[in-house]
C-alpha cells in the first residue's frame, strides 16, 4: 500500500496531536501526585502514585499512540523526511501547554520555534518533484498495510 502525500501528513498531524496531548496530560498528572518534584532516583518508591494518576497513565497512551504513528510513518516514507517533520511539535507542544496549562512563553523562545517552522517548510519543500513524493514512499510490495 503506497502512502499518498495527504495521508501521510494526516497520520503525522494525528502522531503530534496525540503527542501533544499526551504531554498536556503527563504535565497535569504529575503536578498533582502528592511529593513529587524531583525526587531522587535513589528510591523508586515515588513511581507508585505517578502510576496510579489516571492522567499519566492516559497521557502515556497517548504517547504510545503518537510511537505508533510514528512506526508506521517511518515503515513506508524516508527517516531523513519523516523526522524532520516530527518538529512540528516543537510547535503543537508549547500551543498545547500555552492554552491548556497557562504556561508563559518568551519571545525567545516563539523565534526558536518560528526557526523550526522553517526548518519543516524547507524539507517539506524538499521534498517536491522527487521521484514518487512524499518522502519517497516504499513500492507497493514493499509498503506495510
Do not use: N
Given at each position: ?41 535513589s528510591s523508586l518508591s515515588f513511581l507508585i502514585p505517578v502510576l496510579k494518576s489516571p ?91
Amino acid at each position: 500500500m503506497s502512502f499518498s502525500r495527504r495521508k501521510l501528513w494526516g497520520l503525522l498531524l494525528a502522531g503530534l496531536i496525540s503527542e501533544a496531548i499526551g504531554f498536556v496530560l503527563i504535565k497535569r498528572g504529575l503536578a498533582i501526585v502528592p511529593g513529587f518534584s524531583g525526587q531522587s532516583l535513589s528510591s523508586l518508591s515515588f513511581l507508585i502514585p505517578v502510576l496510579k494518576s489516571p492522567q499519566v497513565l492516559i497521557g502515556t497512551a497517548f504517547e504510545a499512540l503518537h510511537f505508533g504513528i510514528l512506526m508506521e510513518l517511518l515503515s513506508v516514507s524516508d527517516v531523513s523526511y519523516i523526522i524532520p517533520l516530527t518538529s512540528i511539535g516543537y510547535v503543537l507542544t508549547p500551543l498545547s501547554a500555552l492554552f491548556f496549562l497557562g504556561e508563559t512563553i518568551p519571545p525567545l523562545r516563539w523565534s526558536g520555534i518560528l526557526l523550526v517552522c522553517a526548518g519543516v517548510a524547507a524539507v517539506s519543500v524538499s521534498d517536491r518533484g522527487q521521484k514518487g513524493g512524499a518522502g519517497h514512499p516504499l513500492p507497493e510490495s514493499e509498503a506495510l498495510s
